[in-house]
């Protein structure tokens, strides 16, 4: 569908890509991944057209279409919500158009025999049937369908796009994007807009996708759900890895083993030839060997490595001492205008050296709460305590407005650091991104995502004992992450967060509370636990509104009508039973296959994690297609057993009520 081939590309003398080639079809998922700088989003706009490289090309076939989204900047004014994802239904818009002018033609016509009559109705039937082939008249229902799954309410849909904030204009040209259904997908930090559902919405979307994906994000478990090819982008080469983000780590981890190696070994080499060289060089007899030296150092092809900074051991300043209760919420109810309440009679407690992670929709009132919790935002009703010496630290986005644009990006650590953590600012500044002379620049010219990281990383070293954390991971990559999810897990305080991005949070918390319907509700655990208690609750919900699967109503006995209870008891009980044994009996068959899938997933497993795998002549693509269908498999067989645990639960409810009622 797209090939690059031999491209290169340079900003200054920094070299981004040389002579890289890929090749992106079907319905490949790939991933692209590196430091931020090294040239993914730059890779993205060249694929698409938005920019052109300095050598190579890029060849598109013919039926290819490109759909690309970039990380911020898109504003849509002028229109309605819904109105303006329509406009990108495409060839859909314009055979309706032509249609209804087809239409309008028709109607206009009286000689229903006459040639042009008969040409139009030719005409207006290939329109229906190419109309039809594109599912036009499902476009409504899939319009809504996207909204809704991108966290748009039905209200929404009449209001004008100039009313939604940068994250939503960014949430509408996705929809569109999905709407205008693209040969070639290519997604910039699409995470960075989504709360925890929507960006769960998205993810399965994606993996159903019928053309290619591909995508930068910082979000882990996003890149592992959905890609199978990773791209690293380091030193001005691409390399390949044919599975997911924790396969390329693994892998990766292996390759740069062996790396090393060869590049111990070659410069092991050198320093032998080097020394030859230098010893004989002025020795006649030895000037035909010198020079055969020098002509093969020169043809040597050096081994380079990455050069990697070292990791950070960043560690909070102690947590100050407090009581045991950090925070208690009252009865508390808050709204903007009088009228409509954002969150109501909520109750909370919270407890010293808590991990606890805030969940819900955009527009549930997260951020409200965490503001209110922060002291930054009044409340109308109810009452909130912070705790016997309690001392809180509140970061969001505009938080960077408050840094001084004077100052440069090390004075302005300088003024919060204290203790021991003021012989290691260069390097947690190095965690956040600010490498080299950055740290001499003045906030004033820095960028927002660059001011964001600066005002999280001064926060992080001022002393506290609550650390109240909304979106901390927006404008990090992956290592920046690692390190300020390290450092949270060692933390001895309090930490309340608004995150979207699972794997940073499942790191942390202990406890997760969604904040839905102007209320809150706990769960415990991290953000794996609390979208497998939703994911049975959603079952558990479909079970009772469906009557317990509408596929196998007949394996449920009509136990309600009295007279057949009184007319045939014993039958009715002697049926009953009959179902519950075959229930167990399928339960059986299903947990079989269950450990069977599961013995052959682990098998897979040990091989791919020893280093045999890689150099043992295995087909590594197959062998991890196989290893992700076998998931797949599983995750279904899981879905299948829990629902028929379900209906023997049922089943054996309604016994038990049948025996009750003939007592």
């Known amino acids: 569908m797209i090939s690059l081939n031999n491209i290169s590309m340079r900003f200054g003398a920094k070299v981004l890509f040389n002579d890289v080639s890929l090749r992106i079809s079907g319905k490949d998922r790939i991933s692209f991944v590196g430091s931020n700088g090294a040239g993914k989003s730059t890779l993205l706009k060249i694929i698409c057209g938005l920019a052109k490289a300095d050598e190579g090309e890029v060849a598109v076939s013919r039926h290819t279409t490109v759909g690309y989204l970039p990380q911020e900047g898109i504003v849509y004014t002028g229109k309605t919500l819904y109105e303006e994802v329509y406009s990108s239904a495409g060839d859909i818009n314009k055979i309706q158009s032509e249609m209804e002018e087809i239409e309008k033609e028709l109607s206009g016509n009286q000689d229903t025999g006459s040639d042009e009559y008969m040409d139009l109705l030719y005409e207006y039937g290939e329109l229906q049937e190419r109309f039809e082939q594109l599912e036009g008249f499902k476009l409504k229902s899939k319009i809504e369908k996207i909204l809704t799954g991108l966290g748009f309410f039905e209200k929404d849909f009449d209001r004008l796009t100039d009313e939604f904030s940068g994250g939503w204009q960014m949430r509408i040209e996705i929809a569109k994007l999905l709407l205008s259904n693209p040969s070639i997908l290519l997604l910039d930090e699409p995470t960075n807009h989504l709360d925890i559902e929507s960006l769960i919405w998205v993810e399965n979307y994606l993996i159903n996708y019928q053309g290619a994906v591909v995508l930068v994000s910082h979000d882990r478990s996003f890149l592992d759900n959905i890609t199978r090819r990773t791209l690293e982008i380091s030193m001005g080469n691409v390399t390949e890895y044919s599975g997911n983000y924790s396969f390329y780590k693994k892998e990766k981890e292996i390759r740069k083993e062996h790396l090393e190696n060869q590049f111990n070994n070659q410069q092991k080499y050198l320093r032998q030839q080097e020394r030859f060289i230098e010893r004989f060089r002025y020795k006649a007899t030895k000037a035909r060997q010198v020079q055969s030296r020098i002509k093969q150092l020169d043809k040597v092809e050096l081994v380079e490595i990455e050069d990697e900074e070292s990791s950070v051991n960043f560690r909070f300043p102690p947590a100050t001492h407090s009581g045991k209760i950090s925070l208690e919420i009252s009865d508390l109810t808050k709204n903007y205008d009088g009228v409509n309440n954002v969150i109501e009679n909520i109750n909370l407690l919270i407890g010293r050296g808590e991990k606890i992670a805030f969940v819900g929709v955009n527009g549930a009132g997260k951020s409200t709460l965490m503001r209110i919790i922060a002291r930054l935002e009044n409340f109308q009703k109810g009452d909130v305590k912070i705790g016997h010496l309690v001392t809180i630290k509140f970061y969001a986005q505009n938080q960077a407005e408050a840094l001084n644009p004077e100052k440069t990006v090390l004075q302005t650590m300088e003024e919060s650091a204290t203790g021991e953590i003021t012989k290691n600012l260069r390097s947690i500044l190095g965690s956040f991104l600010f490498r080299g002379d950055d740290v001499f620049k003045k906030v004033g010219v820095l960028s927002g ?15 506290s004992n609550f650390l109240v954390l909304d979106e901390p991971t927006n404008h990090l990559d992956m290592r920046s992450k690692e390190v300020l999810m390290n450092a949270l897990q060692k933390y001895e305080g309090t930490v309340v967060i608004v995150s979207h991005d699972r794997e940073f949070i499942d790191g942390i918390v202990d406890k997760v509370i969604e904040v839905k319907n102007k209320n809150i509700k706990t769960y415990y655990g991290n953000a794996a636990d609390y979208l497998k208690a939703k994911e049975n609750e959603l079952k558990k919900s479909n079970n009772i509104n469906d009557n317990l699967v509408e596929s196998r109503k007949s394996d449920v ?91 023997l639960a049922e089943l054996e409810s309604k016994l038990a009520e049948l025996k009750s009622e003939i007592k």
């Open 449 to 463: 995502g660059e001011k964001s990281r600066l005002a999280l990383a001064k926060m992080l070293i001022e002393q």
């Open 557 to 647: 006995p009509k136990i309600k009508n009295e007279r057949n209870v009184k007319a045939n008891p014993k039958s009715l009980i002697k049926e009953m039973n009959k179902k519950i044994e075959s229930s167990k009996s399928r339960l059986k068959v299903q947990e079989t296959e269950i450990l069977k899938i599961e013995n052959e997933i682990k098998t897979k497993e040990n091989l791919m994690s020893g280093e045999e795998f890689y150099k043992g002549g295995y087909n590594i693509m197959q062998f991890t297609g196989e290893y992700n269908l076998l998931k797949d498999k599983l995750k279904n067989k899981y879905t299948e057993w829990e629902t028929e645990t379900a209906e």
